[in-house]
């Protein structure tokens, strides 16, 4: 005679949810898509997460700088100007400083949340883009919201 919550209760009530559990959308009627609900958190964790080192952190810069690269990619005038502008993030200065197509699609986080959703959902399913690049974009803007607090 266990209590209420004795291992036999739970084993009573516990089920399993199976490896390949699948979700199946119908768009209009037509098209039908089977959501390989594994791949799509595992493409939208990593695609957050390489946001947010990119956005969030300096990352890249302090592995550049340890492993000697500063001068060979042409970082000297970013870690000057972070002298002065201690706030300077290596994506905001590229916005600033570095006028091109590249360096403004690098320094907006929805282009770049969105082409990293891209490549990821390739090794699976591209059609899963739109689903990998909201929820990578939701768990961005929810680490961002809980950083401000």
């Given amino acids: ?3 209420f919550l004795s291992p036999f209760f739970l084993k ?8 390949n559990f699948r979700i199946t959308h119908q768009f209009l009627g ?6 390989d609900t594994e791949a799509v958190l595992l493409n939208s964790c990593a695609v957050s997460a390489f946001l947010i080192i990119w956005f969030k952190t300096n990352a890249l810069i302090e ?4 492993f000697g690269l500063k001068d060979a990619l042409g970082l000297n005038d970013y870690v000057s100007k972070q002298a002065v502008a201690l ?3 290596f ?10 197509f590249l ?15 891209i490549f990821f959902s390739a090794f699976d399913k591209v ?9 990578s974009i939701f768990i961005y803007k929810i680490y961002e919201r809980l950083c401000r607090v």
Avoid: A, K
């Fill in 12 to 19: 009573d009530i516990s089920y399993e949810i199976p490896r």
């Fill in 87 to 89: 706030e300077l993030s």
């Fill in 63 to 66: 592995y550049v700088r340890f």
């Fill in 127 to 135: 059609i899963l883009t739109p689903v990998v690049f909201l929820i």
């Fill in 30 to 35: 037509i098209l039908s898509v089977d959501m």
């Fill in 1 to 3: 005679m266990g209590g």
């Fill in 91 to 100: 994506p905001m200065y590229l916005s600033t400083y570095c006028d091109s």
């Fill in 103 to 117: 360096s403004r699609l690098f320094s907006c986080y929805l282009c770049t949340g969105f082409w990293l959703s």
